[in-house]
């Protein structure tokens, strides 16, 4: 088993294009709960029901090197605006996770006992980015995203989406909290800052952000409620569920 130090978060994640080996798709099948597989079942298209698998597959074999529990174990409720945690076996550490999914690439991010949010995109996708930030974007971030040149405006787009994301996944709430009561700022150091509007209640020191390219076509995000503690460090582990038993 896996040991995750209480300053330390492991963001997993795995491309699942590639993932097409019959047998190994058989095995994540029998690793779903039920309701999943009713879910599984739903999705018309066959790439969704192929990311939904891989993303089941990836959080129950996540959670799994961190406790002795079988992948297909695990138990899980939602809160009231959709964010899963876990609700047994009990005697489990107090594992927090989030997941994300995007055409190619799935992610899991797991803590212990705090705030974790994560947020992939596949930026080659079809989308009209200044329209969108001007409906949702807070005003500092849409004049922030006009002042970078035309060829990096879409790529400051994605920074900024999959890291709003990430914090109102982090949040628990979703697209509960407005996208525009909070601004991220990128351009005033190394580090990413946030800033909230008053009627949020929140504060910047207590977050910690973080952005990587796994990939030339896609963007990803985590945010960690740090609190009062130093920052996390946030380590990148690639895997193929029930391949890697790293």
């Not at 964010?83 to 799935?106: D, E, M």
């Amino acid at each position: 088993m896996l040991e995750l130090a209480p300053g330390v978060a492991h963001l997993w994640y795995v491309f699942s294009d590639p993932v097409r080996d019959e047998a190994l798709l058989a095995a994540y099948h029998r690793l779903m709960a039920p309701d999943e597989a009713t879910q599984q079942a739903r999705f018309l298209f066959a790439d969704n029901r192929h990311e939904y698998l891989l993303t089941r597959a990836l959080v129950r074999t996540v959670l799994s090197k961190y406790a002795p529990v079988a992948p297909e174990a695990w138990t899980f409720v939602r809160n009231e605006f959709g964010r899963p945690s876990i609700a047994g076996p009990a005697g489990v550490p107090p594992l927090r996770f989030n997941l994300s999914n995007t055409q190619g690439l799935i992610a899991c991010l797991v803590a212990l006992d705090r705030d974790v949010g994560v947020d992939v995109e596949d930026t080659e996708r079809s989308s009209s980015a200044m329209d969108i930030a001007d409906r949702f974007f807070s005003p500092a971030e849409v004049r922030a995203l006009r002042a970078q040149p035309p060829g990096r405006q879409r790529a400051r787009f994605f920074e900024y989406w999959t890291l709003k994301e990430s914090y109102i996944k982090a949040r628990g709430m979703g697209l509960a909290i407005p996208l525009d009561h909070f601004s991220f700022h990128l351009d005033d150091g190394p580090e990413i800052g946030i800033s909230f509007d008053p009627r949020l209640e929140d504060d910047r020191a207590a977050w910690q952000f973080a952005l990587y390219r796994p990939s030339a076509r896609h963007m990803m995000a985590a945010a960690v409620r740090k609190g009062a503690d130093p920052p996390l460090s946030i380590e990148l582990r690639e895997t193929v569920p029930l391949l890697d038993r790293g």
